[in-house]
């Protein structure tokens, strides 16, 4: 019995956090679009995200809005919101102005991009690339000492008498 309530107290404590981070995350958000003193006009934003190569529907992508300041700079807080099966995921009440939009997902490039927020419903559709090959100066240098270190083991047997 001990043991339970020491689990039932853990759970209720992650809980108690996960509902301070959206509270947080909903706080943010709200002050965002309160920022000025003139709410202004809203948008209903819906997103798309699919393979740039195929058009198929991205599920689960992670896309992520910030605000941005008058000076093109990013501003405190944002919302992030995940991608259905369809990979489509939208919002209502984004305020007009200036968007960065980041989209977020394993096995796919990063996307960020700033969109101007200017009409009641807006639809974006986002097209996610596969990564790109990556080079390292470390991989290539850890390779020149292997081959290195073979040619110099070749030329000790080469100088060797037989």
Known sequence: MAGENGIMSRK????AVMAGL???????????????EDEGPMSNMR???VRDWNGK?????AVVLHPVTKKGKQAMGGMELKTNDDGKTAIDGIPYGPLRVQVL???????????????PEMEITIKLKRPVKQYSAAGVQEKQKKSDDTKAGESKAEDKPQ
Not at 57 to 61: E, G, L, Q, Y
Not at 106 to 119: A, H
């Open 47 to 49: 997103f798309v995200v």
């Open 57 to 61: 529907p991205v599920r689960n992508a």
């Open 12 to 15: 209720l404590a992650v809980l």
């Open 22 to 36: 959206g509270i947080v995350t909903v706080g943010a958000w709200a002050a965002w679009a309160q920022d000025d």
């Open 105 to 119: 997902a394993p096995g796919f490039q990063t996307f960020g991009e700033d969109y101007q927020v200017s009409r």
